[in-house]
C-alpha cells in the first residue's frame, strides 16, 4: 500500500489545519477536540472505555472482539484505525517516516477514539508506554494488562510476518527485550489478567471477574508480580 499524500489524509481525518502531523513533535500532543470527560471516574461506570494493553502477540484483539460482545459495546483495534486514518500500512509507515512519526499518529488516534465514547480498545504495544496516552487511559477508561510469557508471545507471534518491530533480528530476543522495558510500565494498568495456554473463554471469564472485582488482584491482593 502506497503512502500518498498521508499528511493530507490524515489532517482531514483529524480536522485540523495542513501540519506535519508525520514528523517528531517537540512538545505534548493535544487533539483537536479530544477533551477528557471529567465525569467518568469510577472504574465501575459503564460510560468507561475499557483499553487493552500488552505486547504483540498477548492477545489483545482476539479476546477484545468476545468481550466487547459480551459486554455489548463496539470493538476498536487502534492499529487498525490508524491504517484507516492514514491509508497506509503501518510497516510503511514505520519504513517511509519512521516510528516517532507512528507514535504520534497512534497518540491522536486514541485521543480521538477515547474521546467518541465507550468502547473496548486494543492498544498496540508500545502505545501504553506514552505517556500522554497513559495519562488519558487513568482518566477516562479502565486499563486491563493482557500479560502473556515469552514462549507464549513468541509462538502467537510467529504466526504473522507484518510486525516491523520483529523485524530485524531474533524475534525471541527481540521480544524478551522489550517485556524488559515494557512490562514495569504495563504494571501501572489498573488490572492484570495472565493469559498464555488458555482458551479464549477461560481468558474472556478471568476478565469479567478482574471488571467485576471478584479476582483476587481486584480485591486488593498484591498485583502485577513479575
Not at 501540519?19 to 459503564?46: C, E, H, K, W, Y
Amino acid at each position: 500500500m502506497l503512502c500518498e499524500n498521508v499528511t493530507y489524509r490524515l489532517c482531514h481525518f483529524f480536522g485540523v489545519e495542513q501540519v506535519a502531523i508525520l514528523s517528531a513533535r517537540q512538545g505534548p500532543f493535544n487533539a483537536a477536540g479530544a477533551s477528557p470527560n471529567s465525569a467518568v471516574t469510577a472504574m465501575s461506570d459503564p460510560a468507561k472505555s475499557i483499553v487493552l494493553v500488552g505486547l504483540m502477540g498477548a492477545g489483545k484483539t482476539s479476546v477484545g472482539r468476545k468481550l466487547a460482545d459480551r459486554l455489548g459495546l463496539p470493538f476498536i483495534d487502534a492499529d487498525e484505525e490508524i491504517v484507516r486514518a492514514a491509508g497506509c500500512s503501518i510497516e510503511d509507515i514505520f519504513n517511509i517516516y519512521g516510528e516517532p512519526a507512528f507514535r504520534d499518529v497512534e497518540e491522536r488516534v486514541v485521543a480521538r477514539i477515547l474521546d467518541e465514547g465507550p468502547s473496548v480498545l486494543a492498544t498496540g504495544g508500545g502505545a501504553f508506554m506514552n505517556p500522554n496516552i497513559r495519562a488519558m487511559v487513568t482518566e477516562t477508561a479502565t486499563s486491563l494488562w493482557l500479560r502473556a510469557d515469552l514462549d507464549a508471545l513468541v509462538e502467537r507471534t510467529s504466526r504473522r510476518n507484518d510486525r516491523p518491530l520483529l523485524k530485524n533480528g531474533d524475534p525471541k530476543e527481540i521480544l524478551k527485550n522489550l517485556m524488559e522495558q515494557r512490562y514495569p510500565v504495563y504494571a501501572e494498568a489498573d488490572l492484570t489478567v495472565d493469559t498464555g495456554g488458555e482458551s479464549l473463554e477461560e481468558t474472556l471469564s478471568a476478565i469479567l471477574e478482574a471488571l467485576d472485582g471478584t479476582a483476587p488482584e481486584a480485591n486488593g491482593a498484591p498485583k502485577n508480580e513479575q
